[in-house]
T-cell receptor
Framework: GAVVSQHPSWVICKSGTSVKIECRSLDFQATTMFWYRQFPKQSLMLMATSNEGSKATYEQGVEKDKFLINHASLTLSTLTVTSAHPEDSSFYIC??????????????FGAGTRLSVL | QKEVEQDPGPLSVPEGAIVSLNCTYSNSAFQYFMWYRQYSRKGPELLMYTYSSGNKEDGRFTAQVDKSSKYISLFIRDSQPSDSATYLCAMTSVDAGGTSYGKLTFGQGTILTVHP
């Protein structure tokens, strides 16, 4: 199946610093990638949708200046949490639409990044 | 009312039991139906997906979709302790060309524990 790699798996940073999370599709080209945030014992909350070569579309309530998304190639999207604060501590997960035929409508997820802001 | 309703459980079963997980939905435009398994502090892992109505089987897992009732199910046979996880149903609609609009609508997730 389609494999999505996400790094780092866990990052601890000081308040005010920026953190970059990478999401790569390893064996397929992903024209669309998604970024989610998940709080403990809750379902996934979509933050933004990114298409290769264009600006990301953010969901209502998500600060685009705080969460910078870049999708420079068909296999790589990055999420940068700028000037992180403790309230940004969360589990961030990326996904990508992959495959051919009907599978192109299926999202494959990365392993997630646990962000802890001190 | 949420677009997708899923019983959050928790569900606890003995090893070897048959597990039934279900979701109901209200949007008749949904065409792709997925089941994901999520272990603690990991990303969701795709178990199965189904297009439109029907059944699909993969090993110990069977997915069923009944679009007339707006009801989907995942059955796990011979459940194992390693099946203990949160199970998420998800669904999406497609445009006239058969391409997904992209966004998934998730259920709340069902926490399953299979005890030895």
């Amino acid at each position: 199946g389609a494999v999505v790699s996400q790094h780092p798996s866990w990052v601890i940073c000081k308040s005010g610093t920026s953190v970059k999370i990478e999401c790569r599709s390893l064996d397929f080209q992903a024209t669309t990638m998604f970024w989610y945030r998940q709080f403990p014992k809750q379902s996934l909350m979509l933050m933004a949708t990114s298409n290769e070569g264009s600006k990301a579309t953010y969901e209502q309530g998500v600060e685009k200046d705080k969460f910078l998304i870049n999708h420079a190639s068909l296999t790589l999207s990055t999420l940068t949490v700028t000037s992180a604060h403790p309230e940004d501590s969360s589990f961030y997960i990326c996904s990508a639409n992959g495959g051919a035929g009907g599978a192109k409508n299926i999202q494959y997820f990365g392993a997630g990044t646990r962000l802890s802001v001190l | 009312q949420k677009e997708v309703e899923q019983d959050p459980g928790p569900l606890s079963v003995p090893e070897g039991a048959i597990v039934s997980l279900n979701c109901t939905y209200s949007n008749s435009a949904f065409q792709y139906f997925m089941w994901y398994r999520q272990y603690s502090r990991k990303g969701p892992e795709l178990l199965m997906y189904t297009y439109s109505s029907g059944n699909k089987e993969d090993g110990r897992f069977t997915a069923q979709v009944d679009k007339s009732s707006k009801y989907i199910s995942l059955f796990i046979r011979d459940s194992q302790p390693s099946d203990s996880a949160t199970y998420l149903c998800a669904m999406t609609s497609v445009d006239a060309g058969g391409t997904s609009y992209g966004k998934l609508t998730f259920g709340q997730g069902t926490i399953l524990t299979v005890h030895p």
